[in-house]
């Protein structure tokens, strides 16, 4: 792939890849990324999240069992996402009921989708309480 085709790119997938900080590094300079998979990312740590969290432009992030990933990681996320519309966090033991009250205070205007089925230290919530939270959420998962 050419350079000038990489840093156009909008989407990307590394479905159960093992990439390490520094390719989340590069990742992060995408400036155009507005979609990407990193279901299974075993290695992606909060770390590596902090500099996916550069991706100002991203609308979907699929986090789906990346188990390292804690708290601090959505929050970095929240914060420098701020335009997300899908967030799946599908399988993360180490999120809590703190990073979806930081989610909403930054993206809860446009997140429409949220999977946070398997987050065992997420407490389950009526569906009100969660479109208190996410008011234009539509589509929504949570552990049973």
């Not at 999120?95 to 009250?101: F, G, H, N, T």
């Not at 809860?108 to 230290?121: A, H, K, M, R, Y």
Request: aromatic letters at 6%; a neutral charge.
């Amino acid at each position: 792939m050419h350079m000038l085709e990489f840093l156009l790119r909008q989407s990307a997938s590394f479905l159960s890849c093992s990439l390490t900080d520094e390719a989340y590094k590069m990742i992060s300079r995408l400036p155009h990324l507005r979609f990407l998979d990193l279901c299974g990312a075993q290695n992606l740590t909060d770390d590596g999240l902090s500099c996916i969290a550069m991706c100002k432009n991203l609308v979907s992030l699929n986090l789906t069992w990346c188990v390292q990933v804690s708290d601090v990681g959505v929050i970095a996320i929240a914060q420098g996402c701020r335009s997300l519309e899908l967030l799946s966090l599908f399988g993360i033991l180490g999120v809590s009921d703190r990073c979806l009250e930081v989610l909403s205070s930054f993206c809860s205007n446009t997140l429409t989708t949220l999977d946070v089925n398997g987050c065992i230290n997420i407490k389950n919530r009526s569906r009100d309480q969660l479109l208190k939270l996410f008011p234009n959420l539509m589509c929504f998962k949570v552990h049973s």
